[in-house]
């Protein structure tokens, strides 16, 4: 079945540059998408969501990108910190009731 | 605003024992209510949710069940465990008939 994918499971990145991690969904239906972060032994929590009327969305150092084209979806943490270090879902909605999430990508910030 | 309980934070049980987890919610009312089930270093994989009191909708079929006996609690059960269903439990909650859902601190469970 279609599902939300991942291209990278890990990022390392020195403290203070920027962050992207990528997402790739294969329901072209789909018209909400949602960033998590999960701290380890935590719950997910919510970063930042964009609706596909949308091609970017900004929030507090994260930026969220939408590209409908190529099924892409994208987010960007502006000088990342040791605390930005987590695993990072993206998810998109099924249907009314029902999120699909991807497999993840852990952070790992370098001080 | 709303926060979710669950309980316990960690179990350790032998295979073929019964489980039961619990999740409440306070805060808000009418909650959509999720379970979901996540390997370790996996992705979130959806057991059940729930529109309203008594309705449950089961995503995979396996040895697992639901109840929402009350409009913010849901549990999860089992009668007999499996060694694979070991993982990190995670309750979640929509409200309003947003799509963001909000998570609880999860359960970690070992079958041994």
């Known amino acids: 079945g279609e599902s939300v994918g991942l291209h990278l499971p890990t990022l390392s990145v020195q403290e203070g540059d920027n962050s992207i991690i990528n997402c790739a969904y294969s329901n072209s239906a789909s018209d909400y998408f949602i960033w998590y972060k999960q701290e380890s032994g935590k719950g997910p929590q919510f970063i930042i969501d964009?609706?596909?009327?949308?091609d970017k969305r900004q929030g507090q150092r994260v930026t969220v990108l939408l590209n409908k084209t190529v099924k892409h979806l994208s987010l960007q943490i502006a000088a990342t910190q040791p605390g930005d270090s987590a695993v990072y879902f993206c998810a998109e909605n099924t249907n009314d009731y029902k999120l699909s999430f991807g497999a993840g990508t852990t952070v790992t910030v370098r001080a | 605003s709303q926060t979710i309980h669950q309980w316990p934070a960690t179990l350790v049980q032998p295979v073929g024992s019964p489980l039961s987890l619990e999740c409440t919610v306070e805060g808000t009312s009418n909650p959509n209510l999720y379970w979901y089930r996540q390997a370790a270093g996996r992705g979130l994989q959806l057991l059940f949710y729930s529109v309203g009191i008594g309705q449950i909708s089961s995503e995979v079929p396996q040895n697992l069940s639901a109840s929402r006996p009350q409009d913010r609690q849901f549990i999860l059960s089992s009668k007999k465990l499996l060694l694979s269903d070991s993982g990190f439990y995670l309750c979640a909650i929509t409200i309003g008939g947003n799509y963001e859902q909000y998570f609880g601190p999860g359960t970690r469970l070992t079958v041994t």
């Open positions: 964009i609706r596909s009327n949308m």
